[in-house]
């Protein structure tokens, strides 16, 4: 089955900075990668996601790169706040199949 | 996306009691699941369903049980609670299609003494 790798498990940076989350898939067959934010005590909601037949999607201070070949894809943040400070969760799936395959979460911190 | 809710919030129960948690959906979705989290674990899938009557074993099913016998409902029943299945679980639910707006419950804080 499909196995999704998330690193860093913890990332602390500086309000303004920008923040990197990489996740690295197995299965070639996944063709939609969503991403979800999870603030402390709430539901994981989705912030962002991308289709295997697009390389990069942005939205506002939030994109998502995906390179296919070497099977990973990224989150990038621009400009940190501290509102978001929350749990990162990377995701993969099938075309066909509606059951993601979830990272195990990288926590941000984002220091006034 | 009051669309999609579970009860209760907070369950406190015994080690050997069955307790059921509740999940409820509004927009007839096709899929729903259950997930627990746990720190370092992130979300593991206990069990899924594709449609009404259909259900399917995720990652960790053991000591869980699920039903599916309308749409819009898919509790989730611990037979015989142990300390281990103290954790937080989520409910969700997808339609089919490339914008399946998969989408999260609240969570059930679950603690078995």
């Known amino acids: 089955g499909e196995n999704v790798e998330q690193h860093p498990s913890t990332l602390s940076v500086q309000e303004g900075d920008s923040a990197v989350i990489k996740c690295t898939y197995s299965?070639?067959?996944?063709?939609?990668f969503p991403w979800y934010k999870q603030e402390l005590g709430k539901r994981p909601q989705l912030i962002i996601d991308i289709r295997s037949n697009v390389g990069e999607k942005k939205d506002q201070r939030i994109a998502v790169t995906l390179n296919k070949t070497a099977k990973h894809f990224s989150l990038h943040i621009t400009e940190t706040q501290p509102e978001d400070s929350a749990v990162y969760f990377c995701?993969?799936?099938?075309?066909?199949?509606?059951?993601?395959?979830f990272g195990r979460g990288t926590s941000l911190i984002v220091h006034p | 996306d009051a669309g999609i809710t579970q009860s209760p919030r907070y369950k406190i129960t015994e080690t050997g009691r069955q307790v059921t948690l509740m999940c409820h959906q509004t927009w007839s979705h096709s899929y729903m699941f259950w997930y627990r989290q746990d720190l370092g674990h992130g979300l593991r899938l206990i069990y899924y369903s594709a449609a009404a009557d259909i259900t399917d074993k995720g990652e960790v099913p053991d000591g869980y049980v699920v039903s599916r016998s309308k749409t819009e409902n898919f509790p989730l029943t611990l037979e015989s609670a142990t300390r281990s299945q103290t954790s937080v679980y989520f409910c969700?639910?997808?339609?089919?299609?490339?914008?399946?707006?998969?989408?999260f419950g609240s969570g059930t804080r679950l603690t078995v003494v």
């Open positions: 969700a639910s997808s339609g089919t299609g490339w914008d399946y707006g998969y989408t």
């Open positions: 995701a993969a799936s099938k075309g066909g199949s509606y059951i993601p395959t």
């Open positions: 299965d070639s067959a996944s063709n939609y």
